[in-house]
């Protein structure tokens, strides 16, 4: 009865995802490679499900499994001593001594993110499959294949559960007893295996001590897996486990078989030795063992028509959060992903895809970033979320500061889902750690930063590996700056006064505080950085000298005034350290101003250079218009021209994650077509594998934004730009419809969150909003820009006076600005609607 009852449950659930398509993305073949693989997780562990029939291929990751141990901080002993001699050199204009001397302030790279294997499920069919169907249905995260072969249809589903920590394997044959197959194990790292009775398989290994990144071909051995200090090294633990079945079961070492079954449930667990940034994963690790037997003895108590009742619970609690509908007048497309992607591509209308790509953004960010929970541990989305087949993966799969690595969390607030922002936020803390000591130890100076990239160990120096790096990118400096505008936006999101005061804001202060203490006089009245520069851009002066490093670029400059801006407020706030608020205050009227150059766009370069590439992927400088607040068409008009003649200039080519990047800016612009356009080019089919940085940019078969590679922040910025498209809240005000393109005439949108814990539901049609829903967490004045006039049925609008009270809405001083964002233009009315925290209003058109 049991067997009968649960095979009844998840057969109805599987005849309920394939009829309901709306949510899901399928395909009628197995996925020929990775780019075509569905991807499942539950923040910690991650499966690529590929679907192959005879062999199918589930391969595993673990998000604390990285190569290394705890950062060396101070690896390049003495470097400081030739930051005078770099400034020297910038201010005799001598760029490429400077370029030199820069080269030698570089530490080591970082560690590398770890495949944990590949579960690989063997069948013996001997026919031809027919009537094959496989999808991931983003409403309830399971992954299913579904094919016939000789009469029999076999089904499996796939789910990562969060509340049990398990990976899920359902396998389903219609006929009794037809179910016959082999679940393999492998693994690209030294394993033992053991077997555990007739129906487990655990296997244990260890990742490399040392694997460098993949760009790097100069070491003997690339890949190292010994550590006579017996520190490096982080063990591992995972386990494949028979819940259910009515064959039978028997184990060796090749694997798990089950024979003559109708239904099997398999439980696959994992642990690693992690045991925190700054403890050795070998001599002080935890007890990887004991973690992945607990994981499943708990599991094992429980139904799994429970387990799977779980996983949807949790799951949808946040994903329904906010959903997402656009109507441009098309028919419903229902074809598979990849033929739906092509006709996309092709010009063919298509408002559901665009939303789906919404909805599977939020998905990609819920099942790769989770709060830590007692025992857990909690690591940030890196370059591949928490998705890698390779033991030397690109970029070593790291957590890149300079862009990458804030653009997956730009959408977590205003997505609703602010919880899965503080995987990063908890990490900050411990590259600041390190980065207190990396600022002493490379350039003698207090406060804290992170440079190009970092790791699980919280590597904050500048990389390279002593001077093997290109300055371009490798000694960078701002990445504490910009990462402690996550830390306020958190709070700006939830107003969390005591996460601010005992958290965020103590970070923040000491990343202002290396800021000023990076700063230099110019002597001609301004304070600049230098060396200084605009991450991975080169530029050419006007003797025809191509070079890296400068002083004061664009970029460092807007990151400056970012992190002053949001430290004197947020002191205003907390009413604390009146005297550095003054000291900021002081210092950022003095900085390097931004400048307009000679073709009209914002200059990246503290001189009007040219660039080597004029249509570089990274447009760096453009930080203070997004994700930045200095530039906006509301209250500084020139500086957004400015910036609209930049991006011009810069074109729309380049990888996923510019393409990505360019849709908020365009959106911050209110160009809802352009932000649109891109959006178009962003959702290009590609199966383009390697590396193109110029215009290789679009999306593979499975929605994963290509670089190419795979990177998934393009998907996470796509998310981010369609959220922008919709609302803004940066710039003192609500903005509604800011960027809405002519393509989305009518939608829906609920749930969508704004500063000042707002959080707004939308409908509109033919371009005028029909009716707003504002929910208001913390009560206070809530300014509204709309396109078009409303009336309120359940509250009170007025047309808005004066300065906004809402102190989360201030606005920075400035010198550029030259008009306010209450300043109506091109039909927009601005609005005050008075909230009491708790309560909802109601809006509708006229």
Known sequence: MIRLSLFTFFFVLSIASFGQKKQTLWYKQPARNWNEALPVGNGRLGVMVFGKVNEELLQLNEETLWSGGPVNRNPNPGVAKFLPEVREALFREDYAQAAKLTQKIQGLYTDAYQPLGDLVLKQPLTGTATNYYRDLDVANATATTRFTVDGVTYTREIFV?????????????????????????????????????????????????????????????????????GCNGMRFDWRVKVRSTDGQASTDTAGIRIQNATETILYVTAATSFNGFDKCPDSDGRDEKKLSETYLSKVLAKAPAVVRRDHIADYQKLANRMSLTLNGGASPVDLPMDER???????????????????????????????????NFSVPANLQGIWNPMVRPPWSSNFTTNINAEMNYWPAEMVNLSELHTPLLDWIGYMAATGRETTKNFYNMGG?????????????????????????WANWAMGGAWLSQHLWDHYTYTG???????YAYPLMKDAAQFCLDWLVDDQKGHLVTAPSTSPENVFVTETGQKGSVSVATTMDMALIWDVFSNVIQASEQLKVDAD????????????????????????????????????HRHVSHLFALHPGREVSPLTTPALAAAARKTLEIRGDGGTGWSKSWKINFWARLHDGNHAYKLLRELLKLTGMEGTDYANGGGTYPNLLCAHPPFQIDGNFGGTSGIGEMLLQSHDGVLNLLPARPDAWASGEVKGLKARG??????????????RVVVRSALGGNCRLRVPGTLVATIGTLKPATGTNPNPFYALPESQYRTRTPETATNGSVVYDLATVAGKAYVLVGK
């Open 161 to 229: 559960s969060a509340p049990d920590q398990v990976i899920v394997v359902r396998l389903i044959s219609s006929k009794k007893g037809a179910l016959n197959f082999t679940a393999a194990t492998r693994s690209p790292h030294p394993v033992t295996k053991m077997i555990v009775g007739r129906d487990e398989l655990v296997i244990r290994g260890k990742a490399p001590s040392r694997a460098d990144p993949n760009y790097v071909n100069y070491n003997k051995q690339a890949v190292i897996y010994s550590d006579s200090m």
């Open 341 to 375: 992607l092509k006709r996309y591509a092709e010009g063919g209308a298509d408002p559901a895809l665009e939303s789906l790509y919404f909805a599977f953004g939020r998905y990609l960010l819920i099942s790769s970033s989770r709060p830590k929970t007692a025992g």
């Open 448 to 472: 804290w930063t992170v440079h190009h990239n970092s790791d699980i160990w919280g590597l904050s120096n500048p990389v390279g590996d002593k001077g093997k790096g290109s300055p371009s």
């Open 496 to 502: 969390d006064r005591t996460y601010l005061k005992g």
């Open 580 to 615: 550095f608020r003054q000291k900021l205050t002081e210092a950022k009227k003095k900085l390097f101003p931004l400048q307009i150059g000679k073709k009209g766009n914002l200059q990246e370069w503290y001189k009007d250079w040219t660039d080597e590439d004029p249509q």
């Open 757 to 770: 814990g707002y959080e707004l539901d939308m409908t509109w049609a033919n371009g005028k909003l029909t």
